[in-house]
């Protein structure tokens, strides 16, 4: 993913989670979208069920 498409995407999530762009980190976006207390989460936590854009960000490879 490109940075712009990134931001894109990341904006796009952003309203659909009702969540704030600008006060708003990818971590705590993905924690919100998977259902999970960014307090208790690890990023290795959100690695098990990622979305493309969590994928793109860790450079997480798919099997």
């Known amino acids: 993913m490109h940075s712009a ?4 995407a990341f904006n796009a ?16 976006l993905e924690c919100r979208r998977q259902g ?7 990023a290795f936590d ?3 069920n990622p979305s493309a854009m969590w994928k793109s960000f860790r450079k997480l490879k798919t099997a």
């Open 5 to 8: 498409d990134f931001e894109n």
């Open 46 to 48: 959100l690695d098990k």
């Open 36 to 42: 999970l207390d960014p307090q208790r989460t690890r």
């Open 13 to 28: 999530a952003c309203q659909e989670l009702g969540l704030d762009p600008a006060n708003t980190n990818i971590f705590a």
